[in-house]
């Protein structure tokens, strides 16, 4: 029912940005709620961003006020804008899409790696 490609990562330094992209397929993904989570080696997988199908955004604490996430309805496209960029940020991101009125509608797409070193 819908699928999710990311794009966008790649290898910067501290303190640059980097946009990533997660395009969805899907004539109902307007409805579900969006989300970037993140791995890094040797740890759990964490919600990092998450943006509702109204426009609600919640962050964890360790990126707010450095990362956005947006969405355009328009194009299927969630983004994840990154600032200021740490080496504690790499990990592989991953897009997520869950629909809020059914709970076994949740895809994964399949990561794009951000690495963060000098």
């Known amino acids: 029912q819908v699928q999710l490609v990311e794009s966008g990562g790649g290898l910067v330094q501290p303190g640059e940005s980097l946009r990533l992209s997660c395009a969805a397929s899907?004539?109902?993904?307007?409805?579900?709620?969006m989300a970037w989570f993140r791995q890094a080696p040797g740890k759990e997988r964490e919600m990092a961003a998450a943006i509702t199908s109204g426009g609600s955004t919640n962050y964890a604490d360790s990126v707010k006020g450095r990362f956005t996430i947006s969405r355009d309805n328009a194009k299927k496209t969630v983004y994840l804008q990154m600032t200021s960029l740490k080496p504690e940020d790499t990990a592989v991101y991953y897009c997520n899409a869950q629909n809020p009125f059914n709970r076994r509608s949740n895809y994964w797409g399949q990561g794009t790696q951000v690495t963060v070193s000098s």
């Open positions: 899907g004539s109902i993904i307007s409805i579900y709620t």
